[in-house]
């Protein structure tokens, strides 16, 4: 059964097998909205996300379930490393199906847990599906959120949250399929039930605010979305009996909000999150969600388990997006110290170049010339002025391009 007690035991039994991570106060968030705001860092849990704190739970209270040939899952990155680090620690095999378009460093980082990958399926509904299968082989399954004892593992974030603080008045989580908020909304209803707790999904992937709103589980179509830990076709049976009793809300973000929420958690905050880490954020800084005025709000950062092309891009993106970014072309003589005198002109006016392309050879190339091609970080729009208007004035002539 999953209960406050049920939780509480669990968190007994994994002392020491996973961390207690961190709830910080944002002194930045918590000025600009009028009430004090907290991340729980997940991302700074074992294997990088809360995801370890099921799978290890499920394998100790199912040990004795647990044969030669192992265990068996199916998840695209973060489930999978948490079964194959609880696997590695309770000294029994791991098999891993992951889907086909998995990322590299993920594959990798399940190998290094001691995790045996198979690559299997297009999406990770497909990869279940050969799990299951593999299951009937002799194998303990243990799946991402569909299971009481995953739920309950994944329900002792919230009793630490009440340890460091003990009256919160809204929780935000990420939900996909819905094992963490279930086992979150299970322990904060039993600890304190005025806490509202509020659920956050990509809008690319509605499932579990289409299945909120119509109080039964629907099936959505899926569509790309970077927070792909919470891309889930269809919220859990299990998930979806205790959301419906404690959740209060489910709210959907766009990805260009999830995007800037990465960005604002790796400047301001200093610290890495997924896309379905920052969605709690992204609910915030987009007005989805209004906290009450001088409330204590906690933002669930799930996990930081992010590809580094995928955030290169979003930092690009981010920056482009907030007028932080200049792309320009510049023509100038073909003669020594002429490039490092632009260079020079750049560094007065506080521009920092992040990429150049320095080309003699481009078509219908006038003699003795060159073209520069820069890409600048700035201030913002202001700043771009100054430096638009520095090299005019300087007898630069610019084109400004994507």
């Known amino acids: 059964m999953i209960s406050l007690k049920a939780i509480q035991e669990a968190k007994a039994l994994l002392a020491g097998r996973v961390a207690h991570t961190p709830l910080l106060r944002s002194t930045t968030l918590s000025q600009r909205y009028g009430l004090d705001v907290f991340l729980k860092l997940e991302n700074q849990q074992r294997t990088g996300s809360f995801k370890i704190r099921g ?11 647990i044969g030669p040939q192992g265990v068996v899952a199916a998840s695209a990155g973060n489930h999978a ?29 399940v190998r290094a847990y001691g995790g045996q990958v198979l690559l299997a399926g297009a999406t990770v509904e497909e990869s279940l599906k050969r799990a299951k299968a593999l299951a009937k082989e002799g194998r303990l399954f243990v799946h991402p959120f569909d299971d009481p004892d995953v739920v309950i593992g994944q329900g002792t974030m919230a009793l630490e949250i009440f340890e460091d603080l003990p009256d919160p008045d809204l929780i935000l989580a990420p939900i996909g399929g819905g094992g963490l908020i279930a086992g979150l909304a299970v322990a904060a209803h039993g600890l304190r039930p005025e806490t509202r707790v509020v659920g956050v999904q990509a809008q690319a992937c509605p499932s579990a605010q289409a299945a909120h709103q119509a109080d039964r589980r629907v099936t959505v179509p899926l569509a790309p979305t970077i927070a792909d830990g919470i891309h889930v076709r269809q919220v859990g049976r299990v998930p979806f009996e205790i959301i419906r009793r ?14 800037r929420a990465i960005l604002f958690l790796l400047e301001r905050m200093k610290t890495l999150a997924e896309g379905a880490g920052a969605v709690t954020l992204a609910a915030l800084l987009s007005g989805v969600v209004r906290p009450p005025s001088g409330g204590k709000v906690v933002l669930v950062i799930s996990g930081g388990n992010l590809d580094s092309p995928l955030l290169g891009r979003i930092i690009g993106q981010g920056l482009k997006n907030r007028s932080r970014l200049m792309r320009l072309r510049v023509l100038l003589e073909d003669r020594p110290g002429f490039l490092a005198e632009l260079l020079v002109l750049l560094a007065r006016l506080q521009a920092n170049v992040l990429e150049i392309q320095h080309d003699r050879h481009f078509r219908n190339a006038p003699l003795h010339a060159a073209r520069v091609d820069l890409e600048l970080e700035t201030r913002g729009p202001e700043h771009i002025e100054e430096i638009r208007s520095g090299l005019t004035q300087a007898g630069y002539v610019i084109e400004e391009t994507e």
């Open 81 to 109: 490393q948490g079964v194959a680090r609880a696997a590695g620690q309770a000294g029994t095999p791991a098999l891993l199906v992951m889907p086909e378009h998995s990322s590299i460093s993920k594959q990798e980082a």
């Open 55 to 65: 799978a290890m739970y499920k394998l100790l209270a199912r040990r004795a379930e």
């Open 246 to 259: 404690h959740v209060h809300d489910v709210v959907v973000v766009k990805e260009d909000e999830i995007a």
